[in-house]
T-cell receptor
Framework: NAGVTQTPKFRILKIGQSMTLQCTQD?????MYWYRQDPGMGLKLIYY???????DKGEVPNGYNVSRSTTEDFPLRLELAAPSQTSVYFC??????????????FGAGTRLSVL | QKEVEQNSGPLSVPEGAIASLNCTYS??????FFWYRQYSGKSPELIMF????GDKEDGRFTAQLNKASQYVSLLIRDSQPSDSATYLC??????????????FGSGTKLNVKP
């Protein structure tokens, strides 16, 4: 049981390049989230999904896109990377119901630098 | 815009002392409150959650909630150097549009000195 797996762990991009951050979960959770965390700051919600085929914007969605074709996968796409997107990105999942609902489980994060 | 405010610290306490971490939130209708611990370079991990006014204890940790004052705190008794980390406060948005969204504070860095 791997939980929430994020790849890659580290990446350096040049300005204007694109990339996809991968997030896969084996917890069968309906809710999935993407956050970014800038140095010394809290987590800012980028996008979230309540189930396969359903996504919505969070607080800071500009410059990002997501898709949710399966329960397990929730990739985050960066188009035309900018230095302002240098951050640590966390994927998280949450159960829809049950004793552990409202508890978010985080992946290990992807550290991204845009130079 | 829902806001969650924390003192960034660092908060320094000697080993064995009580560490008190505080958090205020702007949305009076918030119902669920969480404390996460984040070690440097690692992902957040849940320490405690609290839904009702009053205190909730779990081992060395006590969460305190005062909805009238829109205030939630975390007490760590018998602080250990291994408790040195950043502690994030989070609340869940209350209205239908924000139902599934967590709002995080910027965190308080705790240093426990041996």
């Amino acid at each position: 049981n791997a939980g929430v797996t994020q790849t890659p762990k580290f990446r350096i991009l040049k300005i204007g390049q694109s990339m996809t951050l991968q997030c896969t979960q084996d917890m069968n959770h309906n809710y999935m989230y993407w956050y970014r965390q800038d140095p010394g700051m809290g987590l800012k919600l980028i996008y979230y999904s309540v189930g396969a085929g359903i996504t919505d914007k969070g607080e800071v969605p500009n410059g990002y896109n997501v898709s949710r074709s399966t329960t397990e996968d929730f990739p985050l796409r960066l188009e035309l990377a900018a230095p302002s997107q240098t951050s640590v990105y966390f994927c998280a999942t949450q159960a829809l119901s049950g004793v552990v609902k409202n508890i978010q489980y985080f992946g290990a994060g992807t550290r991204l630098s845009v130079l | 815009q829902k806001e969650v405010e924390q003192n960034s610290g660092p908060l320094s306490v000697p080993e064995g002392a009580i560490a008190s971490l505080n958090c205020t939130y702007s949305d009076r209708g918030s119902q669920s409150f969480f404390w996460y611990r984040q070690y440097s370079g690692k992902s957040p991990e849940l320490i405690m959650f609290i839904y009702s006014n009053g205190d909730k204890e779990d081992g060395r940790f006590t969460a305190q909630l005062n909805k009238a004052s829109q205030y939630v705190s975390l007490l760590i008794r018998d602080s250990q150097p291994s408790d040195s980390a950043t502690y994030l406060c989070a609340v869940i948005g209350t209205d239908l549009y924000n139902f599934n969204k967590f709002y995080f504070g910027s965190g308080t860095k705790l240093n426990v000195k041996p």
